[in-house]
């Protein structure tokens, strides 16, 4: 049987684009080389699309100096066109024809809608969510719209424009109207935590609003929910969709919450995979993450994550990640692996299910 050819993308304009290069390597060692030919194509941070010659170039970052370029044409041909770049000057070597692309971008740009669509328009098969999926759930101000349907508790928040910001006293006084501190302020469309931070008082609050506009147009600000971090994976679409056991995130002691340096440059930092929890919270749990995932029309994977209210022990939705990490320290595949799916087995069948889609 010959073997098909697959794409696996990585890196991207988005504000993670350095956690993009870490899970990629991970799936690429997943991939079963004896059924695949693989193309690693890197995104750099400015959108130029390159070859990398192996996983070695994407550790080492050499992969940004590759004078190869790789591009999806949108036509329904579904091609990879790689050509030598020399001076500017694109110079067609080969083209190829493309059976699957599992895209390993997290963020804007890749994790929202907009690669999942040139997929779309090529003809290409593709791990994940699709376009709408992709989009609402990287939005979180409509992900809460949709959640809002299905009589889920979420946490209370206060939706805000960029553009609102000229007028600081009236957004911190409709803020302060519904809220009480501490608030979380957050991008509406950013990831890793990126932007995202905690305000005590209105000069934090209004601190926070300026950082986080500079990550997207749209800002939710939150009530803070005091409780354990849990998250549940699910793997499948529709009426197939599974849900892997739940895990805890303890932050490191210092950290104020789970930000972006909490989750990838502090060792203090733990995940606990099937912790103990009063009854019959895992099974909210986990029905909760399907529904969340199939209201928003998901498919392949995604990761869902919840707080448990201290003191209440109410089950209270976060967030919801189409294009979950695969790093070591990820949760997804942690989860999977605990439920007899190790990365290679999750990363086939995240494959075959690209090329099953309905």
Not at 84 to 104: R, S
Not at 135 to 162: C, E
Not at 197 to 205: H, V, Y
Request: hydrophobic letters at 40%; aromatic letters at 8%; one cysteine or more.
């Amino acid at each position: 049987m010959s073997k098909k050819n697959l794409a696996i993308i990585f890196g991207g304009r988005s504000s993670e684009h350095e956690v993009s290069c870490i899970s990629v390597r991970a799936i690429a060692e997943a991939v079963d080389l004896e059924k695949y030919n693989v193309y690693l194509i890197g995104i750099t941070e400015e959108g130029t699309w390159l070859l990398s010659k192996d996983i070695e170039a994407i550790k080492d970052g050499s992969w940004k100096n590759s004078q190869t370029s790789a591009i999806i044409s949108p036509d329904t041909k579904g091609e990879l066109i790689i050509s030598d770049v020399n001076n500017g000057t694109y110079t067609v070597k080969d083209t190829v024809k493309l059976d699957v692309i599992f895209p390993v971008l997290h963020g804007m740009f890749g994790e929202d809608g907009t690669i999942q669509g040139l997929f779309e328009m090529a003809g290409i098969p593709y791990v994940g969510c699709g376009v709408f999926a992709s989009a609402a759930s990287m939005d979180k101000f409509y992900t809460k719209l949709v959640v809002d349907t299905l009589g889920i508790r979420q946490a209370i928040y206060v939706p805000v424009l960029k553009q609102q910001l000229e007028d600081m006293d009236k957004v911190v006084t409709r803020v302060e109207a519904t809220l009480s501190y501490p608030v979380f302020i957050k991008p509406s469309k950013a990831g890793s935590s990126k932007g995202v931070s905690k305000a005590d008082n209105r000069d934090m609050l209004i601190s926070g609003l300026i950082e986080a506009a500079k990550h997207d147009y749209k800002i939710l600000v939150e009530e803070t929910i005091i409780g354990r971090e849990l998250e549940c994976a699910v793997l499948g679409y529709g009426d197939n969709t599974k849900a892997s056991g739940i895990g805890e995130i303890i932050a490191a002691g210092d950290a104020q919450f789970y930000d972006f340096d909490a989750k990838y440059n502090n060792a203090e930092s733990k995940t606990i995979i099937g912790p103990e929890l009063p009854e019959s919270k895992e099974e909210e749990i986990r029905t909760n993450a399907i529904k969340i995932f199939n209201a928003l029309d998901g498919f392949g994977l995604s990761r869902v994550d919840f707080f448990l209210e201290k003191d209440t022990n109410s089950v209270v939705f976060n967030e919801i990640n189409t294009l979950p990490g695969f790093t070591s320290i990820s949760m997804y595949p942690m989860l999977w692996k605990a439920k007899g799916l190790p990365i290679d087995k999750l990363v086939e069948t995240l494959i075959d299910m690209a090329v099953e889609r309905p």
